[in-house]
């Protein structure tokens, strides 16, 4: 029900960014839900040139366009819901993740032996390592960011590990994921995107070349090694194509589970009560992350493209339209979740934070499940009075959700 401050559904505007001061706009997206659950937005404020999109917020929606590659292309115009500087289409069309079959299956495939959970699991003991180092090196410190002294360094140094990046680099690494992602927020790019495109693009560029070279000259078993040695049709990849690899492992990687990990903590600090079921039975973090992926998906959306005119929910697509899925929403859909704006990890609810199936499913499930649960675990075992010690900020960004900063105070 609209309140009459609010305008008629058909003119709301979901990516106006006065719906988008404290990350994904779940009001909104509530509204949809009941009113209009595949809604047309006439386009967006600030590019007024923009043609408008389709917003997808039921799980069932985007089920039926993520497992209909051939109505709902990923290559066509690209994963994002607005133009990007810095992720061109050219660019997003070097990556699988913006590619569609054939060509997107060959390529994921070399990946995918990678990070089967069976592979993924041998990897256990070493991201605990990664982990309780990150926490032994905040020493005897009482207070701390938990975006920037947890996450950050963990996620970085485990998905560095995979591609191969030296642990010196992360710092280097993370900067410049973080500028590209949040380009347009202020805090995390106060020089503004142009600094962003011409020092920090061409500083990932480099950097992703010297590894290659590296490499080259001497495979180790890392995925860098995986990229180069890559053959598709007989073909080796080209530079660009090995540096795209690379950057979207690199950006999934880290980016991601770094905002579901803030995130979940953030809920299971303001809950006293989810928080002592996991001090009681530690055994319960994976069903924590569960649950924080349900509420905190990583991404707030990708988007697809229409081949062909298609009906969607009751509403007429076009040939052209573009159409965007809003994980958020998803997770916090009235009657398939029972009170669903609260953390309760007992719920054992299923979710599609990783995707509705279809080709692009994410191909860091495993791994991200088990990051996630180790940096939980080991964070609560090391800090179990851990507390909000400050006010969160979240990235002012529409495709990543994710918090800028967690102010936490370790000890009592
Ligand atoms: C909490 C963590 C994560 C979440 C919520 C997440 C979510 C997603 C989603 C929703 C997609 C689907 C994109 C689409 O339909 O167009 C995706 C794709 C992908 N993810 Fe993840 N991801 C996470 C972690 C990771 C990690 C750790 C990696 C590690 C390398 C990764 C690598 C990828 C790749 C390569 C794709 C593209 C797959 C394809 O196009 O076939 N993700 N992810």
Not at 94 to 105: E, L, N, Y
Not at 173 to 178: E, F, P, Q, S, T
Request: hydrophobic share 40%; aromatic share 6%; proline share 7%.
């Amino acid at each position: 029900m609209s309140t009459t401050e609010e305008p008629p559904v058909d003119e709301l505007r979901v990516l106006d960014p006065e719906h988008w001061t404290d990350g994904p706009p779940l009001g909104v997206f509530k509204r949809l839900r009941s009113e209009c659950p595949v809604h047309w937005s006439s386009g967006i404020s600030e590019h007024p040139d923009e043609p408008g999109f389709w917003s997808v917020t039921k799980t069932e929606h985007i089920a039926a366009v993520s497992k209909d590659w051939r109505t709902y292309s990923s290559e066509r115009g690209g994963m994002l819901a607005m133009p990007s500087h810095f992720f061109p289409l050219e660019i997003q069309n070097a990556m699988f993740i913006g590619m569609d079959p054939p060509k997107h299956d060959r390529l994921k495939a070399l990946f995918q032996r990678g990070f089967t959970p069976k592979r993924t699991a041998e990897h256990e003991d070493a991201i605990r390592a990664i982990v309780r180092g990150v926490l032994d090196g905040l020493g005897d410190r009482e207070t701390c960011d938990l975006v920037t002294d947890i996450a950050q360094p963990c996620v970085a140094r485990v998905i560095g590990s995979f591609m191969g990046t030296p642990p010196e680099d992360d710092a280097a690494w993370a900067r410049v994921i973080n500028a590209i992602v949040s380009a347009d927020d202020p805090e995390v790019n106060p020089e503004g995107p142009a600094a962003v495109m011409e020092r920090d693009i061409p500083e990932v560029v480099r950097r992703c070349q010297a590894l290659i070279a590296e490499r080259i000259a001497e495979p180790k078993d890392d995925l860098t090694t995986v990229l180069v040695q890559a053959e598709v049709d007989g073909e080796r990849l080209t530079e660009h194509e090995i540096v795209m690899g690379f950057l979207l492992l690199m950006t999934a990687g880290q980016d991601s589970t770094k905002g579901v990990f803030s995130q979940g903590m953030r809920a299971i600090m303001e809950d006293p009560e989810q928080r002592q079921l996991l001090l009681d039975d530690p055994s319960l973090a994976g069903d924590a992350v569960e649950e924080a992926l349900r509420m905190f998906p990583a991404f707030a959306h990708f988007r697809r493209t229409a081949t062909a005119d298609a009906e969607l929910g009751g509403q007429q697509i076009r040939e052209g339209d573009k159409v965007v899925m809003w994980y958020p929403s998803a997770g916090r859909e009235e009657g398939v979740y029972e009170e669903p704006d609260r953390f309760d990890l007992r719920r054992g609810a299923e979710h599609i934070a990783f995707g509705a199936g279809g080709r692009h499913f994410c191909l860091g499930t495993a791994l991200a499940r088990l990051e996630l649960r180790i940096m939980v675990e080991e964070t609560l075992a090391r800090f179990p009075q851990i507390a909000i010690d400050g006010t969160p900020r979240a990235a002012q960004a529409v495709f990543v959700n994710q918090l800028t900063t967690l102010p936490v105070r370790l000890r009592p």
